[in-house]
């Protein structure tokens, strides 16, 4: 039946798979370029805007990451284009290791041998193609705006298991099984798109081809069980969780298939009509390293170990070179309000699963969407539990991602202070 509703909505599409041989991102293993593709990769964007006219677009990726500096031009080239602001922009990327470097690849060509540095070039093509496409299914979705009614939701899927335990058994291991749900339908009632967010990394699959991993998968799924309806991914506060069992097709495949039930569920059962005023915040705050010594890096630089070796001497070329060490990295964060029954908050970098429990509860466990995975997405974010613990995601990861040294121990509380700020 028709709607009667507050606001519009757009959406919009632009597969970005690569058309010739490219490095993959996501696992430093790796010998060889990609061989084939098993699955498209999308870019889709979800334009929602309210009465008074406050546009939000929703930009989802089938892509391992995103840098701060391609997600802030290609913001500004749609800004050109269409007005949009910047802080009415969300770019959050599945993070499936079965896609192409995308940006800037020093971070991986680092660590790497002479064979991917032969794909520089490729990468670059690949990047300039790929920013192109995002772009335009953002134009598109602002382009397709007609009355619609937005829903809200939460449902459940449990395949997400806290991947520290098998380094400590000891370790508490929480994880954030939620499955919050968007969806909106058209004037004449019919499903337009829905949106719908897991914290889980996309590494049921290591292989040579490309794919979105279970997140490809679900949204194959869903948009067969609903022709005509976009299905979108969000990655959440999955930085320190794999999805499990793992490592074959079929299991990306029954992961997705069990993540469209969940939302099938959520679509089948009674959801929050959204309604009022859509508000949409942005702040940069600098998260602040650990910072080597000279001392130190150049005891490093002599260790018998392969990748603090490689870190110290990369940090003491670019230390020579500028003088110093960056001391801190600009970090975004996002609030974006839907009347009073959704309040979305989107974090850059792999945020670990406390990060959701802390502002859900905060915020309120039925009314709270938290997504990691956006719009900078350039190293692990720890909480301060996690970095206490060490291991992967709290430190040894910095290495791959090239900075100086872990987060100072005021990391989560600055990151938790600003979203409390925003939405006072």
Not at 156 to 171: D, H, P, Q, Y
Not at 182 to 210: E, Q, R
Request: overall charge neutral; charged content about 25%; glycine content about 10%.
């Amino acid at each position: 039946m028709p709607v009667s509703a507050a606001w519009t909505a757009g959406v919009g599409r632009y597969e970005i798979t690569p058309n010739e041989p490219v490095w993959m991102a996501g696992y430093g293993s790796r010998v060889r370029p990609m061989e084939g593709v098993r699955q498209p990769l999308w870019a889709k964007a979800l334009a929602i805007r309210d009465s008074a006219g406050h546009t939000a677009v929703i930009v989802t990726l089938d892509l391992c990451d995103i840098d701060g500096k391609t997600a802030d031009e290609i913001a500004a080239e749609v800004k050109r284009r269409t007005g949009v602001p910047r802080e009415s922009i969300v770019f959050n990327t599945s993070h499936t290791h079965s896609g192409p470097i995308f940006g800037d690849p020093v971070n991986y060509l680092f660590l790497m041998g002479p064979e991917p540095r032969a794909y520089v070039e490729a990468i670059r093509r690949y990047t300039d193609y790929a920013r192109t496409g995002i772009a335009q299914a953002i134009v598109n979705a602002l382009g397709e705006m007609q009355p619609a009614e937005v829903r809200f939701g939460i449902g459940f899927a449990g395949f997400a298991v806290n991947r520290r335990r098998a380094w400590k058994r000891e370790l508490p291991g929480p994880a954030d099984h939620d499955v919050p749900v968007l969806a909106v339908n058209g004037p004449d009632g019919k499903l337009l798109a829905t949106v719908a967010g897991y914290s889980c990394h996309n590494t049921v699959m290591g292989d040579y081809l490309i794919n979105g991993d279970y997140a490809g998968y679900f949204q194959e799924a869903l948009e067969h069980r609903h022709p005509g309806a976009t299905a979108l991914f969000v990655q959440g506060t999955g930085g320190d969780a794999n999805p499990l069992p793992r490592r074959t097709e079929a299991l990306a495949r029954s992961h997705g298939e069990t993540l469209a039930d969940a939302v099938d569920e959520v679509l089948s059962g009674r959801m929050k009509k959204l309604d009022g005023e859509l508000l949409t915040r942005m702040s940069v705050i600098p998260l602040k390293f650990q910072m080597p010594s000279r001392a130190l890096l150049d005891a490093r630089a002599e260790s018998a170990a392969a990748s603090p070796k490689r870190h110290a001497r990369r940090l003491l070329a670019q230390w020579d070179r500028d003088g110093k060490l960056p001391e801190s990295h600009s970090y975004p964060v996002q609030v974006w309000r839907f009347g009073t029954a959704l309040t979305m908050v989107t974090l850059g970098g792999e945020v670990v699963a406390d990060y959701s429990i802390r502002i859900k509860t905060l915020l309120g466990w039925d009314s709270t969407w938290v997504a990691g995975y956006s719009n900078d997405v350039f190293a692990y974010i720890p909480s301060l539990r996690v970095l206490r613990e060490g291991g992967y995601e709290g430190e040894t990861a910095m290495e791959w991602d090239g900075h100086p040294g872990p987060f100072t121990a005021d990391v989560e509380e600055m990151i938790l202070a600003t979203v409390a700020r925003m939405t006072r």
